[in-house]
């Protein structure tokens, strides 16, 4: 079992800034992958950004050159490090935790707001 807790939402204007905090219980450098995922009211949830175990990471279209990931293994903590944001970036933002056996795991989700 692998608990995931987000922080680091809220509301912040068109064009601003926000960095989101995943902090997990198991040490994240032992994960396959770690992610951020989101979802809007009325849509599916949608991956934001992926990093593997390597290092290697992976963005939406939507946000890239905008978002950026990283991970803290000393820390078990991933990033996500949101610059430039648009009010259709608005939505609960899940950190997600896959094992090296593929188990996936998912945060509450911490909600961004982002006005025009």
């Known amino acids: 079992q692998v608990q995931l807790v987000e922080s680091g939402g809220g509301l912040v204007q068109a064009g601003g800034s926000l960095r989101l905090s995943c902090v997990a219980s198991r040490s994240i450098s032992s994960s396959n992958s770690m992610g951020w995922y989101r979802q809007a009211p009325g849509k599916q949830r949608e991956l934001v950004a992926m990093v593997n175990v390597g290092g290697s990471a992976n963005y939406a279209d939507s946000v890239k050159g905008r978002f950026t990931i990283s991970r803290d293994n000393d820390k078990n903590t991933v990033y996500l490090q949101m610059n430039s944001l648009k009010p259709e970036d608005t939505a609960v933002y899940y950190c997600?935790?896959?094992?090296?056996?593929?188990?996936?795991?998912w945060g509450q989700g911490t909600q961004v707001t982002v006005s025009s």
């Open positions: 997600n935790y896959v094992t090296i056996i593929f188990r996936s795991y």
